[in-house]
C-alpha cells in the first residue's frame, strides 16, 4: 500500500491537499493505497500516479474503498498504470467496493491500464456514486487485451449505483470500451457521455457492454 497515508482504518481525514508525483505497486494512490471504513472529505490532489507491471488497485486519490465515505474530493493528476498488465485503474478510485459512497467528486487526469480502466472509477463492486463527474482520456491495450474501459467506470457490477454523473473524455480499448462505462451489470441513472468510444467489438457511445438497468 502507498500514499501519504499506506492504510487507512476507521480514519477521518479533511481539507487536504496533495501534489507532486507518487510511483508504486498494487493498492496505490496519493491518499491512500487502501482506505476502510474512513471518512475522506475535501481532500484534492494533482499528483500523477505511475505504476509498474502487474500491479492493481491503482488510483489518482485512492487505491482501493472499502466500506468508505468520499465526498467533495478530486484529482487532477494522470494515472499511468501498465497497458499490458494491470487492474482496476481509476482517475480518483481504482476499485470500491462494500457499500462504500461516493459524492460531489471528481476526476481530470488522463488514465491508463489494461482491465476494468475509468476516468473516476477502474471497478466498481459494491457501492453509491451520485453528483460526480470525470473529464480526462481514458485507454487501455487496443492490441487485443484491453477489457472494461469507459470514459467514467470501467466495470460497473451488480452491487453498485450510480447517479446524476457524467464523463466527456475519449475512451479507447478493444473490448467492452464505453464513453461512460465499459461494461454495466449495475444501476446507472441520469447519467450521460460526450466522449467519444473506440475499440474492436462491444463498443458503446454510452456503455460498452450492458446487463442490467440504464435510465
Known sequence: ???????????????????????????????????????????????????????????????????STITNSSASGDVLADKNSSEYVGGLIGYLDDD????????????????????????GSSGTVLYSYATGNVSSDTGGDGSGTGGFIGRNT?????????????????????????ANGGNIENAYARGSATGHDNVGGFAGRCGSDIS
Open 100 to 123: 462504500s459512497e461516493v459524492s460531489y467528486s471528481n476526476a481530470s487526469g488522463n488514465v491508463e491500464g489494461q482491465y476494468s480502466v475509468g476516468g473516476f472509477i477502474g471497478e
Open 158 to 182: 451488480d452491487g453498485t449505483t450510480i447517479s446524476e454523473s457524467y464523463a466527456t473524455g475519449n475512451v479507447e480499448g478493444y473490448t467492452r470500451v464505453g464513453g461512460f462505462a465499459g
Open 1 to 67: 500500500n502507498i500514499g501519504v497515508f499506506s492504510s487507512l482504518q476507521s480514519a477521518i481525514i479533511k481539507n487536504l491537499r496533495i501534489a507532486g508525483s507518487i510511483t508504486g505497486g498494487s493498492n496505490t494512490g496519493p491518499l491512500t493505497g487502501y482506505a476502510n471504513s474512513s471518512t475522506i472529505s475535501n481532500v484534492r490532489s494533482n499528483a500523477t500516479v505511475q505504476s509498474g507491471n502487474n500491479r492493481n488497485y491503482i488510483g489518482g486519490l485512492i487505491g482501493e474503498a472499502d466500506s
